[in-house]
């Protein structure tokens, strides 16, 4: 339906060259994380990956509508992808087989070589990818969420680190639990909520993301049993600031 040409009216480039060569990214035209451009809450996983809600771009113009999500947006898109099928697209060739293959293979794995910058690993409106490589001879590698995130904050982590510990203090004492706690479940429950790790969620969500784990806390059986004696679960963000101020 592509014809193996980029769907930006006016751009010819190949999605995939006769040499192999990948310029072409397979794009979701409402985005796949809550952070992302065009994001649609009302949107099922399926919806979300399904082929009408995909795009496939240059990677040139991939960021050119991610970074300009105002001018284009989802009606935007599914008309430029209409547009584009009516004219570029073809009766299925062998090859196309082949180009599909390396498209999906190019979504799954990023491979990453003398890097000296930031990498952002899941997180919400960045570059998504399931498999990550990188060659170094450091035998430690450093990974700093990048600014404008709640990792990048120091008392936004604090904060949510302590309701973590919290959650895990509180969830743990269960003893009518039917299977042993696991005290990571709740970093990948954050992950799913808010589509990435939460040290990568952009600053813009810090509250939802604490209230999500406020909530988690209040549904303990010790919560509910401190609250019916008048004891609070867990302090405010204020409260916290207040009690263990930043030391510079």
Partial sequence: MSGNICAFPGCSLPLVDGTGTIA???CHIKARSCSGPR???AQSEEERHGFANLILLCRQHHKVIDDQSGIYTADVL???KAIHEGIAGRPEQKTDVFYAKILLNAAQQVEITN?????AINSP???QAQTITIKTNQKKVSITPPQGTIGADIDMGRYVEYLIKRYNEFA???SSRPTRFAYGAIYKNVETQFGGHWKLVPTSMFAAVCLYLQKRISKTRLAKQNASNGYPAFSTYEEFLTKHATRL
């Fill in 39 to 41: 994001f649609d809450p």
């Fill in 125 to 127: 409106g960045t570059v």
């Fill in 78 to 80: 599914q008309e430029m």
């Fill in 24 to 26: 072409g990214e397979i």
């Fill in 172 to 174: 743990a004492k269960d």
């Fill in 115 to 119: 890097n000296s910058g930031n990498i």
